[in-house]
């Protein structure tokens, strides 16, 4: 099963609103990633953190390595049509694992 | 396509047939990766190889599940007497390097149905 406890589970927001979404873990991680997938496809790698306390940024995205080291948060600025699909955290140590996903629905 | 290539893309199958699915990873990529998910969930470990060694396999994968990567490039996941929990998409996923830095590229995914 899933180690990750990732909020919300969906969300539905204006476009042009800012979203915000977090990952926690019972354990200390080496690295924090997100990434987001479409209907029918893979998921896609979004942000890639690998130092407590660091935050990343990818044009709209902001992404931050918890300092506890047991946590990682996504926001998504200004957010337009899209940006739709489900986002997953991702994390650990050696082995990477996935949370449940958070199903953003934009509307116009 | 330089990206990761999944085949088939959706297999329906009878319970207690055979299924092979076959990954091709990105041509540089020494690492590939297999997971499964089912509908709300997100990607769970199945098994991961370096070059052709299979390097760790998750409890999910059950002696019914074998995989391989003969030639340090293309893999196959057999799935045999399957039944109707096994009913998920099987995601390939691929990167390089010496460890894992979790960034993986994935594939689209093989989406079995079983009956």
């Known amino acids: ?108 | 396509d330089t990206g990761v290539s999944q085949d088939p893309r959706h297999k329906i199958t009878k319970r207690g047939q055979n299924v092979t699915f076959r990954c091709d990873p990105i041509s540089e990529h020494n690492r590939l990766y297999w997971y499964r998910q089912t509908l709300g969930q997100g990607p769970e470990f199945l098994t991961y190889f370096q070059n052709e060694a299979q390097l760790e396999k998750s409890r999910l994968l059950s002696d019914r599940f074998s995989a391989e990567r003969p030639k340090g490039s293309f893999s196959t996941l057999e799935i045999q007497r399957t039944e109707q929990g096994d009913s998920a998409m099987y995601l390939c996923a691929s990167s390089f390097g010496d460890y894992n830095t979790g960034e993986l590229f994935f594939g689209e995914g093989s989406r079995l149905t079983v009956l």
Do not use: H
């Open chain 1, 1 to 108: 099963g899933q180690q990750l406890n990732q909020s919300p589970q969906s969300m539905f927001i204006q476009e042009g609103e800012d979203v915000s979404m977090n990952c926690t873990s019972s354990s200390i991680f080496n690295t924090w990633l997100w990434y987001k997938q479409d209907p029918g496809e893979g998921p896609v790698l979004l942000i890639a953190l690998y130092k407590a306390g660091e935050l990343t940024s990818n044009g709209r995205l902001t992404a931050q390595f918890g300092i506890t080291r047991k946590d990682s948060f996504l926001n998504i600025s200004a957010s337009i049509p899209s940006d739709v699909g489900i986002y997953f955290c991702a994390g650990g140590l050696n082995d990477m694992r996935f949370g449940a996903g958070t199903r953003l629905t934009v509307k116009p």
